[in-house]
């Protein structure tokens, strides 16, 4: 299911103005515009995925069971996978949302 958000667009003066030609011109732009960052972002995805299947593959499980039972005595080592690990997640989660809303506002 997909939730929309009421977002109010102030459009300044001269964009109204503009013949629907130029309006055209105008959108066509900001979805090429927005195409080029998703290809931009789908890269760092893939980037970020293959970060999360080396993790998973280290310690044969997902980072969520590795976080829950992460040991307060854990090596340093460990401490600095964590890290790295939960960055990498956040970058998918990032990327993802953000390939999501671009898809959204390009109609595909």
Do not use: N
């Not at 980072?63 to 960055?87: I, K, P, R, T």
Request: hydrophobic share 45%.
């Amino acid at each position: 299911m997909i939730v929309m958000e009421y977002v109010e667009t102030r459009i300044p003066d001269v964009l109204r103005l503009l013949p629907d030609v130029e309006r055209g011109a105008f959108s066509r732009a900001i979805s090429s515009s927005a195409k080029v960052r998703m290809a931009v972002l789908e890269r760092r995805l893939d980037e970020a995925r293959g970060e999360l299947r080396r993790f998973e593959s280290k310690y044969g499980r997902d980072f969520s069971a590795f976080e829950s039972g992460f040991a307060d005595d854990a090596d340093m080592s460990s401490h600095d996978d964590l890290v790295e690990w939960a960055f990498w997640r956040q970058i998918a989660i990032d990327c993802s949302s953000a390939i999501d809303g671009y898809r959204l506002l390009i109609g595909e």
